[in-house]
């Protein structure tokens, strides 16, 4: 598998080969995907930026989600994922958008069926859906980032391969 450097060289790489751009907007990882991707090999030729929208207020107002989205389903839901994914397209030009939310820390809008660890990704391609999945990581909240960081990468290159 190789590690998470070696695995966004590759993706980057990809994204470069089929001149592909890239933009995220991220909750629970607080900026550190774009981040990741920023010091991949030739990051300059397929990201685009990103957005660090921890708290919902950014979400309805950078992102143009709706309150009633957030109320309904909570920040870190599959459904607001995905509306910030969406957003994010209406600002950042981008041949795909990466939204990725989740659960970090008690206190939040955790359940039993989304417990503390829950992680929710959504991706699309030129608007149309690319993956996404919700996976819940029963660890520490250093590790579930990190584990959801390494997974980003994986998803993007079994989507890509031609």
Same mark, same amino acid.
């Given at each position: 598998m190789g590690t998470t450097v070696n695995r966004i060289n590759r993706v980057g790489k990809m994204l470069i080969a089929q001149q592909l751009t890239i933009a995220f907007a991220e909750r629970a990882t607080a900026g550190r995907l774009t981040a990741e991707f920023s010091m991949a090999e030739d990051a300059g030729d397929f990201l685009k930026g990103g957005i660090a929208c921890y708290d919902a207020i950014l979400k309805e107002d950078l992102l143009k989600v709706a309150h009633s989205l957030i109320k309904e389903f909570t920040p870190e839901s599959m459904e607001v994922t995905k509306a910030i994914t969406l957003g994010l397209s209406q600002i950042i030009p981008? =041949?795909?958008?990466?939204?990725?939310?989740?659960?970090?820390?008690?206190?939040? =809008?955790?359940?039993?069926?989304?417990?503390?660890?829950?992680? =929710?990704?959504?991706?699309?391609?030129?608007?149309?859906?690319?993956f996404s999945e919700r996976i819940n990581f029963p660890v520490h909240r250093k590790k579930s980032c990190l584990q959801r960081l390494r997974g980003v990468p994986n998803c993007l290159k079994s989507t890509l391969h031609p």
């Amino acid at each position: 598998m190789g590690t998470t450097v070696n695995r966004i060289n590759r993706v980057g790489k990809m994204l470069i080969a089929q001149q592909l751009t890239i933009a995220f907007a991220e909750r629970a990882t607080a900026g550190r995907l774009t981040a990741e991707f920023s010091m991949a090999e030739d990051a300059g030729d397929f990201l685009k930026g990103g957005i660090a929208c921890y708290d919902a207020i950014l979400k309805e107002d950078l992102l143009k989600v709706a309150h009633s989205l957030i109320k309904e389903f909570t920040p870190e839901s599959m459904e607001v994922t995905k509306a910030i994914t969406l957003g994010l397209s209406q600002i950042i030009p981008a =041949s795909i958008h990466i939204g990725i939310t989740g659960l970090t820390c008690p206190g939040g =809008s955790e359940t039993p069926e989304k417990p503390v660890g829950t992680m =929710s990704i959504y991706a699309c391609k030129h608007g149309n859906h690319l993956f996404s999945e919700r996976i819940n990581f029963p660890v520490h909240r250093k590790k579930s980032c990190l584990q959801r960081l390494r997974g980003v990468p994986n998803c993007l290159k079994s989507t890509l391969h031609p």
